[in-house]
């Protein structure tokens, strides 16, 4: 059974840093795009970074220059060191990954199950 397992959430005060991490478990034959999204109390859920499996990388304007996802494919591994955190960051961070289970089959998405990001002070 595939798992998407999140760590690094937490507690930050505003200017702080801290590095997410999506680790992709089970039987699988192939990863290619993963995604960082968030969603914040009363928002819908958004794009905040995706990163191919040749390591081509895309953020939303309001992370770019604070933000840098990153993968290690030999743990099967993506993560996003967020720097200079602000109160509008708050929210529930998802990774988020289309994988192949089997060769020759095609890619499906799967989830992780959210780790809560709160920057305040």
């Known amino acids: 059974q595939v798992q998407l397992l999140e760590s690094g959430g937490g507690l930050v005060q505003p200017g702080g840093s801290l590095r997410l991490s999506c680790t992709v478990s089970g039987s699988i034959f192939s990863i290619n795009r993963m995604d960082w999204h968030r969603q914040a109390p009363g928002k819908e859920r958004e794009l905040v970074a995706s990163?191919?499996?040749?390591?081509?990388?895309q953020y939303i304007g309001s992370v770019k220059g604070r933000f840098t996802i990153s993968r290690d494919n030999a743990k099967n591994t993506v993560y996003l060191e967020m720097n200079s955190l602000k109160p509008e960051d708050t929210a529930v961070y998802y990774c988020?990954?289309?994988?192949?289970?089997?060769?020759?089959?095609?890619?499906?998405?799967?989830w992780g199950q959210g780790t809560q990001v709160t920057v305040s002070s």
């Open positions: 988020n990954a289309d994988i192949m289970i089997r060769r020759y089959q095609s890619y499906s998405k799967y």
């Open positions: 990163i191919t499996s040749v390591g081509i990388t």
